[in-house]
């Protein structure tokens, strides 16, 4: 049997029979776009917004693209700092992680991101937990 990029499967959470998730849930364009919803929920947001206070949005939106597209499969390198460097020293708690996660969650449903696509995304970022909130 051949084996085509489609049906590759390694075992990892992010690929199944049906391609990778970066594929599944759109691609580059797809995924931008969920992150400029993202990041418009979290500027909305006055338990979160101060975060991002003194934050160059633009860049902070193209790493959130790069970061989520290579973190779910995609052919993407990401060139931001890591995620326990980018957010020392922040005091970002369970609870704001849980706001953060929730808007993003909300931002892949309003996409139409089916569920079990979504909830790996969500999946992937939650192993990010500890090294965000500085544990
Ligand atoms: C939900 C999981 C999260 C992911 C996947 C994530 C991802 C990222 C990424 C990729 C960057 C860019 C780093 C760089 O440009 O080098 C970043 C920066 C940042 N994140 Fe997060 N983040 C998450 C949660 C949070 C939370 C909970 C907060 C605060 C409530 C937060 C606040 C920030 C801030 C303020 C920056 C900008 C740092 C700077 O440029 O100085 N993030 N994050």
Excluded: C, K, W
Excluded at 62 to 80: D, I, N, R, W
């Amino acid at each position: 049997m051949t084996e085509t990029s489609a049906d590759h499967n390694d075992g990892d959470d992010a690929t199944d029979e049906d391609g990778t998730l970066y594929e599944r849930l759109g691609g580059r364009d797809a995924i931008a776009s969920v992150v400029e919803d993202f990041y418009d929920r979290m500027l909305d947001d006055e338990r979160v917004a101060d975060f991002f206070e003194d934050v160059d949005m633009a860049r902070q939106r193209a790493h959130q693209t790069q970061f989520l597209s290579s973190v779910t499969g995609g052919p993407v390198e990401y060139s931001g700092a890591d995620m326990r460097e980018a957010h020392e020293g922040m005091g970002i708690t369970d609870e704001d992680y849980d706001i953060v996660g929730g808007h993003l969650d909300a931002s892949l449903a309003d996409a139409g991101v089916a569920d079990t696509d979504r909830e790996a995304v969500i999946a992937e970022v939650e192993a990010l937990r500890d090294p965000i909130v500085g544990r």
